[in-house]
C-alpha cells in the first residue's frame, strides 16, 4: 500500500518554460512534505519542503504546493533548465518526523533543448 | 565540509554470502538512516539511529539485515545469507536531529548473483 504516490514515471518540458510535478499521499496523519532531486549515481539532495500548516513554500525558481482537502502536492519549477533533468522524490513524514520518510516511487524530468 | 561517504559504492557477491555496508556520516550529525532503493522505487526506510542505539528498526525486511552503530558515528549495515532479492542501492542518509533534513550519501549498489 502505497502512500506516496507519484503517478507520472517521466515529464518532459521545453527549458524555459515551466515544470510542475504532482504528488498525492494517503496517510492523513502526515504533516510535513519534502521534495528530493536525484541524478544518476548520487544519493538524493534536499530541494524543499512544506509544513501543513502552510499551503505554500517558495524558493528561488522552486515552489511547492501543499492541498491538503486534496491529499495533493505539486512542485513547480520555472523557469527549468537543463540542470533541472533528473528523478524527483515527493516524500512526506508525520508527527514525531525524527523518523522514518516515507518516498514516492520518483518522476523522470527530462528539460528539453 | 565532507558530506556522507557510503562504501564501497559497489558490492558483487553470491547468493547465501554475507556482506557489510558502511556508512560515515556528517561530522556531529546525530541521527543516521539507512534506506533501501530498488529499481524503479522510492529509497525504503530501513532503520533509524538517534546516537548509538536503533531508534526505529521497523523497516528491517527480516533477520538476516542487521545495524550497528557503536561509537555514535559510522555505521555498518550487515545483511547474512544473502538472496538475490536483497540486489538493490542501500542508502544512508544522516541528519543533525532527528527533525532535521535529512543529507544522503551516494549509496551502495549491492547485486546479489
Known amino acids: 500500500d502505497q502512500q506516496v504516490k507519484q503517478n507520472s514515471p517521466s515529464l518532459s518540458v521545453q527549458e524555459g518554460r515551466i515544470s510542475i510535478l504532482n504528488c498525492d499521499y494517503t496517510n492523513s496523519m502526515f504533516d510535513y512534505f519534502l521534495w528530493y532531486k536525484k541524478y544518476p549515481a548520487e544519493g538524493p539532495t534536499f530541494l524543499i519542503s512544506?509544513?501543513?500548516?502552510?499551503d505554500k513554500n517558495e524558493d528561488g525558481r522552486f515552489t511547492v504546493f501543499l492541498n491538503k482537502s486534496a491529499k495533493h502536492l505539486s512542485l513547480h519549477i520555472v523557469p527549468s533548465q537543463p540542470g533541472d533533468s533528473a528523478v524527483y522524490f515527493c516524500?512526506?513524514?508525520?508527527?514525531?518526523?525524527?523518523?522514518?520518510?516515507?518516498f514516492g516511487k520518483g518522476t523522470r524530468l527530462h528539460i528539453l533543448p | 565540509g565532507a558530506g556522507v561517504s557510503q562504501t564501497p559504492s559497489n558490492k558483487v557477491t553470491e547468493k547465501g554470502k554475507y556482506v557489510e555496508l558502511r556508512c560515515d556520516p556528517i561530522s556531529g550529525h546525530t541521527a543516521l538512516y539507512w534506506y533501501r532503493q530498488s529499481l524503479g522505487q522510492g529509497p525504503e526506510f530501513l532503520i533509524y539511529?538517534?546516537?548509538?542505539?536503533?531508534?526505529?528498526d521497523s523497516g528491517l525486511p527480516n533477520d538476516r539485515f542487521f545495524a550497528v552503530r557503536p561509537e555514535g558515528s559510522v555505521s555498518t549495515l550487515k545483511i547474512q545469507r544473502t538472496e538475490r532479492g536483497d540486489s538493490a542501492v542501500y542508502l544512508c542518509?544522516?541528519?543533525?536531529?532527528?527533525?532535521?533534513?535529512?543529507?544522503f550519501g551516494p549509496g551502495t549498489r549491492l547485486t546479489v548473483l
Open positions: 539511529f538517534q546516537g548509538t542505539g536503533a531508534a526505529d
Open positions: 516524500a512526506a513524514s508525520a508527527p514525531n518526523r525524527d523518523d522514518k520518510i516515507i
Open positions: 542518509a544522516s541528519s543533525i536531529g532527528g527533525t532535521d533534513t535529512q543529507y
Open positions: 512544506i509544513s501543513s500548516i502552510k
